[in-house]
């Protein structure tokens, strides 16, 4: 899956603007889109340009063809501690900018997903699965634990004993199984999955950017806040929402009975 207008792309990763969406897509489809040394790298470098950059309002992650993403390439297992807590480190990095830029992250994701690339995923704020979809929480198989913060999403997500039961079998679900589980935001047909995800992510691009960014940061935070601590919260946000201009042209366009247009600020 790609986008117009390259910014700067590596042999591994393609990194893609097209107005106020950018799109990053791992491109080892021989590898199933497993991820190595240099879309690591390139991975964290793309992630910190769309969180620092305002014009990009809203970022897709996909795989090339076969696969959204295999997990870790085995081929670059085995190198020791060294290797293993200098990948664990930029995997943190990468998770924390995708989990906490103020601006939707969308996982577009296609065949195969395995391992490391389900934390990848799940790490996004909207998870768009396609009906072929191939899903292994493969880690105990490796002889390995859960990494890329699968761990994390999928206990948010399903509570502690569905997510060991998943992660302690590793069984292979499709997509209609994936979606019963409540993972995926939404399941189009793999035919039409390229033009269905462009229409929710164009219309995130036009959305109330703002927003959008404290709403994931107090969904991010609810799981550790008291509800004196969230309302808290929930109060400050609104205090600087009720002042953008997406807000007051939000009220304008709904005493006049048009849609809003927001440009996010």
Same mark, same amino acid.
């Given at each position: 899956m790609s986008a117009e207008t390259p910014i700067s792309n590596t042999e591994d990763l393609l990194v893609e603007r097209q107005g106020g969406e950018l799109w990053v897509t791992i491109n080892r489809p021989r590898a199933r889109n497993a991820i190595n040394w240099n879309v690591r790298r390139?991975?964290?470098?793309?992630?910190?340009?769309a969180a620092a950059d305002p014009e990009i309002r809203v970022v897709v992650l996909a795989g090339h063809e076969v696969a959204f993403c295999a997990g870790g390439d085995i081929k670059e297992m085995g190198n020791g501690p060294e290797d293993s807590a200098a990948k664990l480190d930029y995997a943190s990095k990468i998770i924390q900018l995708i989990a906490t830029m103020p601006k939707p992250v969308v996982a577009a994701v296609q065949g195969h997903i395995a391992g490391a690339g389900i934390g990848l995923a799940l790490a996004c704020d909207l998870v768009y699965v396609s009906s072929n979809l191939v899903f292994s929480p493969s880690f +105990?198989? =490796?002889?390995?634990?859960?990494?890329?913060?699968t761990s994390y999403w999928l206990t948010q997500s399903l509570g502690v004993a569905r997510a060991k039961q998943l992660l302690l079998t590793a069984p292979t679900l499709n997509a209609e199984q994936f979606d019963a589980l409540g993972l995926a935001a939404e399941v189009f047909d793999a035919a039409g999955?390229?033009? +269905?995800? =462009?229409?929710?992510?164009?219309?995130?691009a036009d959305g109330p950017t703002i927003a959008y960014g404290y709403i994931k940061k107090l969904a991010l935070d609810a799981a550790g806040n008291s509800l004196a601590e969230q309302l808290d919260a929930e109060a400050e946000s609104q205090a600087v929402l009720a002042a953008?201009?997406?807000?007051?042209?939000?009220?304008a366009s709904f005493a006049e009975k048009r849609p809003a247009v927001f440009a996010g600020r």
């Open positions: 390139a991975l964290l470098a793309a992630m910190e340009h +105990a198989l =490796r002889g390995l634990g859960p990494d890329m913060s999955f390229d033009a +269905a995800v =462009r229409d929710r992510v164009a219309s995130l953008t201009e997406d807000h007051r042209h939000a009220i």
